[in-house]
């Protein structure tokens, strides 16, 4: 019940494979700060013997690693692994991206489905991967998989909101599974459990979508009313009394503990104090008045709203970027405190449990909970790859 995580990261996969009862028997991963985080918390913590290789995967050979770990080939349960995304981003425009390096290390993520041959693979990507400008890519993936005995049982996006996880997230995953392997009990992606609140799912009393609110600690009947009067109020058609038991009725987390090492947000000047304090609850960056206005958004520009805006309370977060720590890259404000949202809020929307401890500087650490696979979403996809193949 082995498994090899490419691209390993901070480990967020590798976590996902470890509660389902896998063996993580070795890990890739070039950057050195995640490299470290990995160590500190599947190795170390986890005490899983995993051969961690802190190198340029293009340099690390498939042969070598497969005799070092003792396997003969077809041995392997699953690889797992999300190959820099940068190139395949939507945040590039036009063809940009189109012949990036980086979409190369798709296909060198296959050299090493080759060599193992296990009995399936599970890649993870933005959405832009299934752009057309990148069909190539994705394209000759698929015919490799196809050629060397495996079949693609899934190729599309999930969003981890339909999962369990606090966050408005789409991702790209592919499965494949080899031919010899039986997969007539096999159901991926896994049914999702939770829903939108105005879904037929939601009034037969299923689960509804978790809020940005289950990360942070319980609001105060002040702070209820406040949130009433500066959002519901004005900006909603909902009553009171309505909007008052939404609030609530929502899930609230615990404090972060005041000895957390990721218990830290980025340091606001002045002016971006003001800004915050300006800013109402819910708002954006519109909502901080003229005085705030940025350069780039002079002239009646609308777009980028989520910029400097607070973190919505009642709804799924917007995606957790790299950039998380930074209130400049999206709505990473905290929800009514007067900075950013800390580094240990940003590992709780991508579902990390708060004993997964993350090293390096806070860009470093933002860098690495950004592009992680959360948490819950990688357990429920792994153990329903595990459950359906014999």
């Known amino acids: 019940m082995g498994v090899i995580d490419l691209f390993a990261g901070a480990g967020g996969f590798s976590l996902a494979?470890?509660?389902?009862?896998?063996?993580?028997?070795?890990?890739?991963?070039?950057?050195?700060?995640?490299?470290?985080?990995?160590r500190k918390n599947i190795i170390e913590r986890l005490q899983q013997n995993t051969h961690l290789i802190n190198g340029d995967i293009l340099k690390v050979s498939p042969l070598e690693l497969?005799?070092?770990?003792?396997?003969?080939?077809?041995?392997?349960?699953?690889?797992?692994?999300?190959?820099?995304?940068?190139?395949?981003?939507?945040?590039?425009?036009?063809?940009?991206?189109?012949?990036?390096?980086?979409?190369?290390l798709l296909l060198r993520y296959y050299d090493f489905v080759e060599e193992f041959q296990p009995k399936a693979f599970l890649v993870e990507n933005v959405a832009g991967l299934f752009w057309k400008k990148h069909a190539s890519y994705l394209e000759k993936f698929k015919q490799l998989a196809q050629a060397n005995g495996y079949i693609i049982h899934f190729c599309d996006t999930l969003n981890a909101k339909d999962y369990g996880v606090p966050q408005n997230r789409k991702r790209a995953f592919i499965l494949g599974v080899r031919k010899d392997v039986g997969s007539d009990e096999l159901v991926f992606p896994p049914p999702p459990g939770y829903f939108s609140p105005t879904s037929k799912e939601a009034k037969q009393g299923l689960s509804t979508w978790r809020t940005a609110s289950a990360v942070f600690e319980p609001l105060t009947p002040q702070?209820?009313?406040?949130?009433?009067?500066?959002?519901?109020?004005?900006?909603?058609?909902?009553?009171?009394?309505?909007?008052?038991?939404?609030?609530?009725?929502?899930?609230?987390?615990?404090?972060?503990?005041?000895?957390?090492?990721?218990?830290?947000?980025?340091?606001p000047t002045e002016k971006m104090q003001r800004r915050f304090k300006s800013t109402r609850l819910n708002g954006s960056r519109i909502d901080a008045g003229p005085e705030f206005e940025l350069k780039c958004h002079a002239?009646?520009?609308?777009?980028?709203?989520?910029?400097?805006?607070?973190?919505?309370?009642?709804?799924?977060?917007?995606?957790?970027?790299?950039?998380?720590?930074?209130p400049s890259k999206g709505r990473f404000v905290h929800p009514w405190?007067?900075?950013?949202i800390t580094l240990r809020h940003a590992a709780r929307l991508q579902s990390f449990p708060d004993d997964f401890i993350f090293t390096g500087s806070s860009t470093a650490q933002a860098k690495q909970i950004g592009n992680a696979v959360p948490n819950i979403l990688g357990y429920q996809l792994i153990s329903a790859i595990?459950?359906?193949l014999k």
């Open 223 to 267: 702070q209820i009313e406040e949130y009433i009067e500066q959002h519901f109020r004005p900006h909603t058609l909902m009553s009171d009394q309505a909007a008052r038991k939404l609030l609530q009725d929502l899930e609230f987390g615990e404090p972060v503990d005041e000895n957390d090492p990721c218990n830290v947000h980025m340091q």
């Open 299 to 326: 002239n009646g520009y609308g777009g980028h709203k989520d910029v400097y805006g607070r973190v919505i309370i009642h709804t799924p977060t917007n995606t957790i970027t790299t950039g998380c720590h930074n």
């Open 386 to 388: 595990l459950n359906g």
């Open 17 to 38: 494979a470890h509660q389902a009862g896998l063996e993580v028997l070795a890990a890739i991963e070039l950057d050195a700060s995640a490299a470290q985080t990995y």
């Open 337 to 340: 405190k007067n900075h950013g």
């Open 66 to 104: 497969r005799r070092e770990l003792g396997l003969k080939q077809g041995e392997l349960q699953l690889i797992l692994g999300g190959p820099p995304c940068q190139g395949f981003s939507s945040h590039r425009i036009n063809d940009a991206g189109v012949d990036d390096p980086r979409n190369q």
